[in-house]
């Protein structure tokens, strides 16, 4: 796609195009999400930071959002394509409702249409810098799954993104369990949390856990967590390290 600009160059006109830009590196990014499967739904974790490169610079961004009345997404990544991912989901939900027929999209659905948009945009080579969660309850039953920005999905009991991936799946996979509690499960969370804020720059200590289950979704306030920097291994990082760094 090009589109032409005129430029006086004294008595003749020249036209020159400019190449449309594609987004090459996110700007406003947010870390990880972190979400289970409970005994009465869904739990989702996610801190309020935006990071704009590697510096905090936002520490006030929900990226925990409900969709209609069965779901509940989260993203990591880039928060502008975030935002855009909402309008097309606002879109989707007063399109349903205008229907009016009693039925509404549940959490399999809103997750297939997630994993087409981001797959169509990978196509395009314009993708939606994001790893989205979407998790959610209908007719009793939870659902919980994930798509990356080249719209590679899946379903699990238990997902993270970012360095939750890495870090929170392993503590996940020995302590997940499918009849935790509501409080167990918001303490799970919460180690996993903690770990991060530990283990990434990106993380910050503030922030929300919501629910959803079949009466509908709740999201906390935000709170921190209380930590313990005093650890040996904190003070000298490097003590033992190879090399001659």
């Known amino acids: 796609m090009t589109f032409t600009i005129p430029i006086d160059n004294g008595d003749a006109v020249k036209n020159a195009e400019a190449d449309s830009q594609r987004t090459l590196y996110p700007y406003v ?4 999400i972190v979400a289970i499967k409970y005994k009465d739904g869904v739990l989702m974790a996610s801190d309020m ?13 929900e990226r925990v959002k409900a969709i209609g009345k069965h779901s509940l997404l989260g993203a990591s990544g880039e928060i502008s394509d975030f935002q855009e991912i909402l309008r097309y989901l606002d879109e989707l939900v007063l399109n349903d409702n205008m229907w009016d027929d009693g039925n509404s999209f549940g959490p399999k659905e809103v997750h297939n249409y997630l994993t087409r948009v981001m797959y169509n945009r990978r196509n395009k080579f314009n993708p939606l810098w994001n790893t989205l969660v979407l998790g959610g309850v209908k007719n009793g039953e939870s659902y919980l799954g994930m798509v990356s920005m080249i719209g590679v999905s899946f379903e699990d009991n238990h997902v993270a993104t970012g360095f939750g991936n890495h870090l929170a799946r392993p503590i996940l996979r020995d302590e997940w369990r499918a009849d935790l509690s509501f409080e167990e499960g918001v303490k799970l969370l919460e180690k996993c949390m903690r770990v991060l804020l530990y283990r990434d720059r990106s993380a910050i200590n503030k922030l929300q856990i919501a629910k959803i289950t079949e009466e509908g979704v709740t999201v906390s306030q935000p709170y921190s967590l209380k930590t313990f920097w005093e650890f040996q291994a904190f003070h000298n990082p490097t003590a033992g390290a190879q090399g001659s760094w």
């Open 49 to 61: 930071g935006g990071s704009y490169g590697s510096t905090l610079r936002y520490k006030n961004i």
């Open 29 to 32: 990014t947010g870390t990880s």
